[in-house]
């Protein structure tokens, strides 16, 4: 099976811009979560995805939105740049979404973006 | 709310020595507890996990570690490190009964196997 799948791995923007982010899930999975990286606040939950519907989101501006599609591939979006939105993004799939079970989570490989 | 500390931000080590990377965890419920690698450039790759039963739990690359619901700790070990396992490491948690995936990580130790 295919690993997680994001793109494009490396984007330049300027401050002000707006930015789209790619991940596609394992085939079958259907939750996709997003964490931010950076060297300072560390990783922090952004958002998951379950069956199209946001399921949590972590505490973020709402210039950071994403959505999920029919197929579970999920896009993440930062409107209005900012120079501290430099990080690397990381999407996680899974099969299913909480309940008390375990749904082990599969990291892709991260979109670096930086902001000048 | 739950939070994780990495009490070692760095840990340099000798090749074929041991290695223990701690962290201690807060919570008011019950959670799943993870450990994650990083390699350079890469995304992050499941070590092991605690979910329930035995508080010793083996993972990948001959890394285990131990849960001790005492001291809310979960400490990393490998008894004999090799060039190779020069990376981060991350310390998570999940609540059990969520509605949904959210991990919640530690800041993450740099470990630097040294020839």
């Known amino acids: 099976k295919a690993g997680v799948t994001q793109t494009p791995r490396y984007l330049i923007k300027t401050r002000g811009q707006q930015v789209t982010l790619s991940c596609s899930p394992i085939s079958g999975h259907r939750s996709v979560s997003w964490y931010q990286q950076t060297p300072g606040q560390g990783l922090q939950f952004l958002f998951e995805?379950?069956?199209?519907?946001?399921?949590n989101k972590g505490n973020f501006p709402g210039r950071f939105s994403g959505r999920q599609f029919s197929n579970s591939r999920s896009e993440m979006n930062v409107s209005t740049l900012e120079l501290g939105d430099s990080a690397l993004y990381l999407c996680?799939?899974?099969?299913?979404?909480?309940?008390?079970?375990?749904?082990?989570?599969?990291f892709g490989p991260g979109t670096r973006l930086t902001v000048l | 709310a739950q939070s994780v500390t990495q009490l070692d931000s760095q840990v340099p080590v000798f090749e074929e020595a041991p290695v223990e990377l701690r962290c201690n965890y807060s919570s008011s419920v019950s959670v799943y507890l993870f450990w994650y690698v990083q390699y350079p450039n890469q995304g992050l790759q499941l070590l092991l996990k605690?979910?329930?039963?035995?508080?010793l739990v083996k993972g990948i690359n001959g890394f285990e570690a131990e849960f001790n619901k005492s001291q809310t700790s979960f400490h990393l070990r490998k008894p004999s490190v090799h060039i190779s396992d020069t990376a981060e490491y991350f310390c998570?948690?999940?609540?059990?009964?969520?509605?949904?995936?959210?991990?919640?990580f530690g800041g993450g130790t740099r470990v630097l196997v040294k020839p």
């Open positions: 995805y379950f069956s199209e519907t946001q399921r």
């Open positions: 998570a948690v999940r609540r059990i009964f969520a509605a949904g995936n959210k991990l919640t």
């Open positions: 605690y979910l329930s039963g035995s508080t």
């Open positions: 996680a799939s899974s099969p299913s979404s909480g309940g008390g079970l375990y749904n082990e989570q599969f």
